[in-house]
T-cell receptor
């Protein structure tokens, strides 16, 4: 592994289903982030974690949850997916909370 | 509210120079980032400005004026591979990034 990986690459999901998007980094970065990117809008922060064991809410946290049990992984869970959660989801990490963020390849999620 | 404005789309010719502007109104300022994003790919870091002035990095330069809430990204000697979206992001008082919607740059031969 080099950098940040995300899984799955893409997913089609029925509304109401539970889904976990995975993100792993091998750079030993302290801070990790989840964004969604929608056409015509800037990246919007969903949740973040400045260090293992801590998480915080971003601009659009409703319907999502994250955990940070260790430094390398920050799974994002949609408890009950809705069509408005159709988006491209990017995970990012940075050495510290104020440092440059580096992005994973993204997960394209479609909720029907 | 917080706001980042960039042109939606720009067109330029291979070999030419293009300037992509970004204006911002945010709660606090701790720096401004430019990222490049090719279609279907992840954003990649280009530049960071925290003090007024010009930062040059090869064919790309970025300028910041904090008093005017303004930045630009200057791309010289344009190549076809520079066709991409360019994202402006401001780090606010909570050190969270506020993102513009991006400028799609189309390079024509």
């Amino acid at each position: 592994i080099a950098g940040i990986t995300q899984a799955p690459t893409s997913q089609i999901l029925a509304a109401g289903r539970r889904m976990t998007l995975r993100c792993t980094q091998d750079m030993r970065h302290n801070a990790m982030y989840w964004y969604r990117q929608d056409l015509g809008l800037g990246l919007r922060l969903i949740h973040y974690s400045n260090t293992a064991g801590t998480t915080g809410k971003g601009e659009v946290p409703d319907g999502y949850s994250v955990s940070r049990a260790n430094t390398d992984d920050v799974p994002l869970t949609l408890a009950s997916a809705v069509p408005s959660q159709t988006s491209v989801y990017f995970c990012a990490s940075s050495a510290g909370a104020t440092d440059t963020q580096y992005f994973g390849p993204g997960t394209r999620l479609t909720v029907l | 509210g917080q706001n980042i404005d960039q042109p939606t789309e720009m067109t330029a010719t291979e070999g030419a120079i293009v300037q992509i502007n970004c204006t911002y109104q945010t709660s606090g300022f701790n720096g401004l980032f430019w990222y490049q994003q090719h279609a279907g790919e992840a954003p990649t870091f280009l530049s960071y400005n925290v003090l007024d002035g010009l930062e040059e990095k090869g064919r790309f330069s970025s300028f910041l004026s904090r008093s005017k809430g303004y930045s630009y990204l200057l791309l010289k000697e344009l190549q076809m591979k520079d066709s991409a979206s360019y994202l402006c992001a401001v780090e606010d008082s909570n050190y969270q990034l506020i993102w513009g919607a991006g400028t799609k740059l189309i390079i024509k031969p």
